[in-house]
């Protein structure tokens, strides 16, 4: 009887063993899909935010080439009383790009960040809160051309061009550092995925 016991016992062991041999290799099976799903979605967050940059790129490589030719019209060599008209502004006293962030929005609400390495994720995110910051400024400079369109006209801005020259060399400045950010970050992202 203790040999019946004895194998019904080794039987059941082996048995056991078989069912925590294929619990365990479910589990890691299951394991190595969401590792690789993860990696994909990563993946495909940062194609469509290199997407997304680049575009910002030119919407900002366009803006400064409109207020570098503003400060050429303004800083220019003019006649005793030369004033500008508001038809020398034909796409507003400022023209700031409307940069967008909806890649950077989607990834992080996704967690797709959370799979990306450390360091491009740190680079990322500088790249975004400098676009944070030249939001910030448009939104500001744009409320006082309004309040000063509103409460002095239109002609009056045109009139003032000294300090609207101001205004205009800190868009340059922001948007000079801002390609500069952005073709870094994208040379090194590329490295990266490459």
């Known amino acids: 009887m203790k040999t019946k016991t004895k194998e019904a016992l080794q039987e059941a062991l082996f048995e056991a063993g078989f069912v925590v041999l294929g619990v365990v290799l479910a589990l890691a099976a299951n394991e190595w899909r969401q590792s690789r799903a993860d990696a994909a979605q990563a993946e495909a967050a940062l194609a469509t935010m290199v997407q997304e940059l680049e575009g910002n790129r030119q919407l900002v490589a366009d803006s400064l080439a409109y207020h570098e030719e503003l400060l050429a019209m303004i800083q220019g060599e003019h006649e005793e009383g030369w004033e500008p008209s508001p038809r020398n502004f034909p796409r507003g006293f400022i023209y700031p790009a409307q940069l967008q962030q909806t890649a950077w929005s989607t990834a992080n609400a996704t967690g797709a960040l959370t799979h990306m390495d450390y360091a491009v994720v740190v680079e990322l ?41 101001t205004v205009l060399s800190t868009f340059r400045y922001r948007e000079q550092a801002l390609l500069e950010l952005y073709d870094r970050t994208l040379v090194n992202l590329q490295q990266a995925s490459g």
């Open 125 to 165: 995110s500088g790249v975004y809160q400098a676009q944070e910051l030249y939001r910030w400024q448009s939104s500001s400079a744009g409320e006082l051309v309004y309040e000063a369109l509103f409460k002095e006209g239109i002609d009056a801005i045109a009139a003032n061009y000294r300090n609207l020259g």
